[in-house]
């Protein structure tokens, strides 16, 4: 399946204002980590917190929900979260972690829980998933690119960064600078021309901006952990959803998308096996 | 029994292969299923240059090593767990040794083996021949981990100077890297084991033949392969925490460095086992 496996899909968002005023889309990662925090489901969630240079996050043991807030927002370079899990387990002594992940964090944490090697009682504590989709990442050093030469701005003035309607978006003193997404490419790690999985097949619950309007959310339900969260927060008007059906553009496009991503990615493989190079999948 | 280990590695809930229950014959009067293992591998424990770190995983399954012990396998062999071993020319002054090894269905290694140790070198080979299955296990076994950084020169054998993973001397099926392994891939791998679940213990089949291992693993084979995405596995797994991520790439103090190849081998661009993954899911 494109989307990988799942329930159910809606569009949806966070109902708290302060949320929705910090986050990326419809703020459906920090309200459910969260509201996971809050009802003791998880004991610390790590998540992409702010580091001491602008826009390159920093992997954050949170355990508090301001902490989760701190981290609102996308970055469009690496957080290593999957290096800090370990930190949670074994400084903050965590026994129910909950964490964030774009689908080649979640491909390491998996493989982490079904084959342990040497991860002594790790694996077993990471309560909740929350996987965000991803197209490519790119190096800090291409952000700086796009930002301070092809976009003439500074990483200092911007407050926000976006990827949708075919442009690399910053917003900058106010004002909204697109770039076109072809600029981009070239400029995306080589690791994500391999990666076949745009919506975060194996998380508990996948969320994204694709397919839903400005201001939501497109959520995934997936595993019996990840549901079971979901539909406790959108119960107690955590979240609130709507169905597919009713939002523009929809599912179409989040298939469009990640066939596209599949397919690229298969391209890009077969043509490293012709070169006898080594691919995983 | 076999629902309350699946239950302890959190596999339970989902659709799992059983262990084939012993039905019992028709003439019997109760229908019940009993859940025991039909034919309890046997299974031996031999110790070479190891710290015994990896026995002692196995040992912190705590809440399922009792059952483990008595209603799963027999450990038929070794000097820790069950007090039995071999010695040539059998020195009549000790009760536990023997004058033949017995057959073992899976044999775990742990430690690496010294080449100056005549009787480490006779016990492997003997090992070899008493065995259908042997594992390295634990990273000494398999890629010399630690002792790779051994050469000789101290008292009270100067001359133990080359330890070599036993797959360098004898032919291995499968290994278990990990310094130590965790008790959960001891437990996983013995319930594969006895479910005859060939599917999960193939990845441990492939990385037998690899032998040698370091941090460097991950810039020669991930990064220089253009393989790398900076998602931070590798440093979690390290077990020294000789990895640093910088700018999205890992970065490995080799001085710090023993050797393990547990970030190689945890790392997702390696070898990826996706069905196996998806099962345990249950997606």
New interface residues.
Partial sequence: MVLGTYKEAVSARATDKQIQKVSQDGGIVTALLSYALDEGIIEGAVVAGPSEELWKPEPLVAMTSDEILSAAGTKYTFSPNVWALKKAVRQYGLEKVGTVAIPCQLQGIRKTQSYPFGTRFLADKLSLIVGIFCMENFPFASLETFISEKMKSSPEVTEKMDIGKGKFWINALGEDIGLPLKETHGYEQAGCNICPDYTAELADVSTGSVGSPDGWSTVLKRTEAGISIFDQAVEVGIIETKSMDDVKPGLPLLEKLAQGKKDNAKKESDSRRELGLPVPF | MLARIKRF??LG?KPEKQAKPIKPKDDESSQQEVEKVADKPRIGYIHLSGCSGDGM?LT?NYDILADLLTDMVDIVYGQTLVDVWYEDGNNQNNPQMIDDMPEMDLALVEGSVCLQDEHSMHELKKLREKSKLVCAFG?CAMNGCFTRFSRGGQQAQPKHEAFLPIGDIVQVDCA??????????VA?TVVALINGDMDYLQ?MLDIAGCTYNCGCDLQK?IVN?????????C???C?TRAID?R??RPEVNIDRCIK?G?CY??????????E???K????
Avoid: Y
């Fill in positions: 590695l959190g809930g995983a912190e990273s278990i890297p990990g310094c130590p392994v965790s008790p959960e891939i996983k990845p084979n392969k253009s393989l790398c995405t900076g998602c931070g596995t440093a979690m797994a077990q991520m700018e999205g393990c547990i081998t945890h790392c997702p661009r390696s070898w990826f086992p996706a196996q993954i998806n345990d899911l249950g997606l």
